[in-house]
């Protein structure tokens, strides 16, 4: 069986203090560090772009987990792996052939990603299941940090497990939004293998006590 992931959503922490936070995730029992770039047209929110990204890869030392909410990822694919980055997660709903832009994704040396928004159906990526590395089920709608937490999420993440197992895949199946220590534990037993927490996390009294927390209730 893999063993559940924690990754941390730099959204949440302080701008103002981001190398701090960085080395929190670096020295805490988190996994990776998951990178939430908007571009204002595919959600209704601006984030931050490569300059950032720049900075936060020359001081993370996990691995790096791209969530792009952007129109037409094809064309920042070959920028994003020059970045540093690991997984390079781009939304079904963004793209038109996606087949072709989960192969560009690999073929720059990345692990390719695919997001659904709450109103998506898992059964639609039946035909491409088995070249998708990781499933990324928003459980908010895209585009902040600190909402809450869609209840259908459970089940959508027992259909998309099922899909994979059906489809003999390994594809990790990733939770993004709302993700606290209260639906950890039954995200985990419906089929979840990665958790993303942001507001939960770095909106605690103390954030490496949280993750710690989150790491007990998940293993
Ligand atoms: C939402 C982003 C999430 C967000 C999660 O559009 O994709 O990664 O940062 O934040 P919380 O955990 O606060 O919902
Ligand atoms: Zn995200």
């Known amino acids: 069986m893999t063993s559940k992931l924690i990754?941390?959503?730099?959204?949440?922490?302080?701008?103002?203090?981001?190398?701090?936070d960085i080395e929190m995730i670096n020295t805490s029992d988190a996994d990776w560090f998951h990178i939430d770039i908007m571009d204002g047209v595919f959600v209704p929110n601006i984030s931050f772009g490569m300059p950032v990204l720049r900075d936060i890869v020359k001081h993370a030392t996990k691995t790096i987990d791209v969530h792009l909410m952007?129109?037409?990822?094809?064309?920042?694919?070959?920028?994003?792996?020059?970045?540093?980055s690991d997984i390079l997660t781009v939304h079904y709903e963004a793209c038109n052939h996606l087949h072709r832009t989960l192969q560009a994704i690999k073929s720059e040396g990345?692990?390719?990603?695919?997001?659904?928004?709450?109103?998506?159906?898992?059964?639609?990526?039946?035909?491409?299941?088995?070249?998708?590395?990781?499933?990324?089920i928003m459980s908010v709608n895209p585009g902040f940090g600190g909402q809450s937490f869609i209840e259908n999420t459970y089940q959508k993440t027992q259909q998309l497990k099922e899909l994979i197992t059906r489809n003999n895949a390994s594809t990790l199946i990733e939770i993004d939004g709302g993700v606290t220590s209260k639906n950890a534990k039954q995200l985990i037993d419906a089929g979840a293998d990665v958790l993303v927490a942001g507001s939960f996390v770095f909106g605690s009294e103390?954030?490496?006590?949280?993750?710690?927390?989150?790491?007990?209730?998940?293993?």
């Not at 990754?7 to 701090?20: E, T």
């Not at 898992?122 to 088995?130: G, K, Q």
């Open 206 to 219: 103390n954030p490496t006590n949280t993750i710690k927390e989150l790491r007990t209730i998940i293993s």
């Open 110 to 136: 990345m692990k390719a990603g695919v997001a659904l928004n709450p109103h998506t159906n898992v059964n639609l990526l039946e035909d491409v299941i088995n070249d998708i590395d990781m499933v990324c």
């Open 7 to 20: 990754a941390p959503s730099v959204l949440a922490a302080d701008f103002s203090n981001l190398q701090r």
């Open 70 to 84: 952007i129109v037409d990822p094809d064309r920042y694919i070959k920028t994003f792996a020059d970045l540093g």
